[in-house]
């Protein structure tokens, strides 16, 4: 693998050294195609939240931000803070989507899935986030089927400079942070402390015992600029929480806790010469979660759970002029997962009898941008995969842009993705069986959009329709006649689909008033058969994705001190399961609306005051079944930068 690395760097930086960077094009996306792109000429679907956006949203969780600001997902959570949560993207499954923080996959080894909780994600110490919608496996692996989110941190800027901010508001709720960072010659640095804390509320909608939780995060982002040419970067990242959760269903019981940390690292060395630019790059994941059943009865039963990635990859990009560039990468990850053993759910459902399990991921890719006329913009690239146990897979991709003046732009792309099973889906009942018959999930994607600027009016509208269909479902249980009791899990013949349309415009109508209006239609089906004579599984639509979902934001600067915004959210039907004291049932969740309300208020001597009113109107909802929801809060943030 070393040498594979080692004769890409030394090929492509041995070629002819001429530096051709685009210098009319303002580079605005910095991922959509792992290298630097203007979103002018980006054929994939890309939506941006920026540092101020991020910071003036009155949200602490990256979850609920991309949730209020952007169309096109879909965010639940199972109770208050802390909960299991989870994005979907263009009507998928939360497992259908890549997370990365600073190029640090974030998905878990351990949980069922292989998939990332939001939860306990903090939003203070970010400054960019790009979400990547239609299928990204060729350039970002297996798993993002329906998109990828990246995530960057904040980075030392030129000075030094010291925030520290404290939150006071409903539930019991406060927390404050504390950064500093700075740039200095060849040397910059960010760091950051923080501490978010609630006495919470019942995640059970028939119990009124508060959940706690607690959420201590320490980020350090630090890089060095050996010369022109050679840059370092380290980052690093610990979380520690502590939630105490209400289990619904098949049990019953609300005194269960979970104490997790996460631990993220990162280190890369980036080579640049012009022409040639190089990232190789080791990045670290480790997830331990202890969880505790009965933790206030005289012999609670407790389980751990530990996952581990390991990677190493290059990502490089060589510039043959100036509209024609190759990107190319190498990945070889390694994940690990320690997991209870002889666990059961119940009394003999789905036993699982192992205690550590392990695969082992080699990736090669390559993707031409490239301008084959002077309106069209391109890309193709292709993926190999070799998996450990499920074997070579490849993937594809390819996108079209084409600029029809100054302001409107048509695109479209194409793709084809996989899924590995997670390690879970693999080993759950410790059936050899299992993992030699489990084949991964296969998709194609389809999106075509425009986006059009209207500078008489200050108006950005864009639609995009898009189509996503796999085979391979996992889903389905098969008896273990080897191993007792248990079951393993399979692969169905269902073809799961979704086919949707996303709108969104901004209109800035005064120089102190701006308007998001955002709607997206989403049909989407996960090809089993309902269960249900009443037709009540909402013509199978897949689990928690709202047929129908809207979203508005208002924002009036009232002088250069104060700002207010009001938001307006809709979120249609849902269709949902889960167990009950009768076992496993499927409902309809009913639709509802969220009023929300934020303004800042710059005071003297750098001096900020923030402040939320979420749910004005107190509105009774859910987001996944037999959990509740907060009503209304308030909070109030204190911000001051020495």
Known sequence: MLIRILSLILFFNLIESVKVYAKDIPIIVISAGKSPQSLSVVGSDVS????????????????????????????????????????????????????????????????????????????NSLETVEVLKGSQSTLYGHGAIAGTINLYSKKGKEGHHQTGAINAGSFGTRSMNLSYDGKEDKFDYFFEASNFSSDGISARIDDDEKDRYRNDNYVANIGYQIND?????????????????????????????????????????????????????????????????????????????????????????????????????LEHEMDEAELPSNYTTGSTYHAQKYASAEEEINSQYLDLQFRPLEKFYATAGLRRDNHSIAGDYNTGRATLAYKLNNNSKIRSSFGTGLRFPSLNEYYFGSSVLNRSSLVPEESTSFDFGIDKIVPKYNLNFSATLFAIDYDNYIGGWASNT????????????????????????NWKIRK????????????????????????????????????????STITKSFNKDITGIVQFKYVGERRDYGGSDNGFKQVILGDYSLLNLYADYKLQNDYKLNFSLKNLLNEKYNEALNYSTPGRSMNLELLKKF
């Open 512 to 551: 102190d008033l701006n308007i998001n209006l955002g709607y997206t239609f989403t049909d989407s089906h996960d090809g089993s058969t309902c269960s249900n004579p009443d037709d009540s599984c909402n013509d199978e639509m897949n689990v928690r994705i709202p047929k129908n979902a809207f979203n």
């Open 48 to 123: 941006i939240l920026n540092e101020k956006t991020i910071a003036s949203s009155g949200e602490s969780f990256v979850g609920d931000i991309l949730s209020e600001k952007l169309m096109g997902m879909n965010y639940f959570q199972s109770g208050g803070y802390g909960t299991v949560s989870g994005i979907q993207l263009r009507g998928q499954p939360k497992r259908y989507s890549t997370v990365y923080l600073n190029g640090i996959k974030l998905s878990d080894p351990s949980t069922p899935s292989n998939d990332y909780y939001f939860s306990n994600l903090i939003s």
């Open 229 to 329: 040419q050679i840059r370092i970067e380290t980052y690093i990242n610990y979380t520690d929480t502590f939630l105490e959760y209400d289990a619904v269903g098949l049990s019953s019981t609300d005194d269960n806790s979970s104490d997790d940390q996460q631990t993220l690292f990162s280190t890369k060395l980036i080579l640049d010469n012009g022409n040639v630019l190089n990232t190789i790059a080791f990045n670290k994941t480790y997830f331990l979660r202890e969880t505790v059943t009965g933790y206030e009865s005289a012999a609670p039963s407790k389980k751990m759970y530990e996952g581990q990635r390991d990677s190493i990859s290059l990502v490089g990009q060589y510039n043959l002029d100036l509209d024609t560039k190759i990107v190319y990468g």
């Open 482 to 505: 080897d191993n007792g009791n248990a079951y393993v899990q399979k692969n169905t013949s269902a073809t799961n689909k979704s086919r949707g349309i996303e709108l969104s415009s």
